[in-house]
């Protein structure tokens, strides 16, 4: 039993930033995301036995929190939500800026000063299944195989969704990447004038 936990430790520990990045961009809250993470560790050991050592481990685990993540979904459907409307920390939370609180979610903690907010808002409007190839490809790091064997799908199926993300990504993003560019130019100018 030992031997086996340390060769869960080994394989699962050195993934633990990329679930989370995938998590908390899935769930779009970072206390959700933990609760992820951690039911998606939880319910690998108690799998881990039927993990055949010498085959990919960060495709079987990524497929665990995709599963888990696809049935919260499934589930919140489901249930009834209520909102206490009388109480007012939901909104002094949000007035604070406090990212476990609001619909979007910390993308610093991913990309901190590295993501643009068009890009965010980009990758907030692709479908579901076109974010989640996206994702698990650039955060997970998973090739198309490990990808298509997380989500359950041909190879072929995580080759279409991707090219359609990056498609519609490159077209929502060429104009801000140009206007973006223009602006450059024109700091770069300012600078040169004023260094003369």
Known sequence: MAVRHAQ???????????????????M?????????V????FKAWQNFEKFELGTNFKAWIFKILTFLY?????????????????GNDLLEA??????????GLDWNKLYPDLVEDELKQALDRLSEDQ???????TLGDLSYQECAEALGVP?????????????????????????RGAQRKEEERSEQGAAR
Do not use: C
């Open 38 to 41: 951690q039911d998606t560790y």
């Open 131 to 137: 974010r989640s190839v996206f994702l698990l490809v």
């Open 94 to 103: 949000r007035a604070e800026g406090d990212p476990t609180v609001a619909v």
């Open 155 to 179: 190879i072929g199926t995580v080759m279409s969704r991707l090219f359609r993300a990056r498609k519609i990504l490159q077209d929502e993003l060429t104009a801000y990447a140009r206007s």
């Open 8 to 26: 869960f430790q080994e394989l699962g520990l050195p993934l633990a930033d990329r679930l989370y990045a995938m998590a908390l961009r899935l």
């Open 70 to 86: 696809r049935n919260e979904r499934r589930s919140a459907k489901h249930r009834e939500q209520t909102v206490d409307f009388a």
């Open 28 to 36: 779009g809250n970072a206390a959700q995301a933990e609760d992820l």
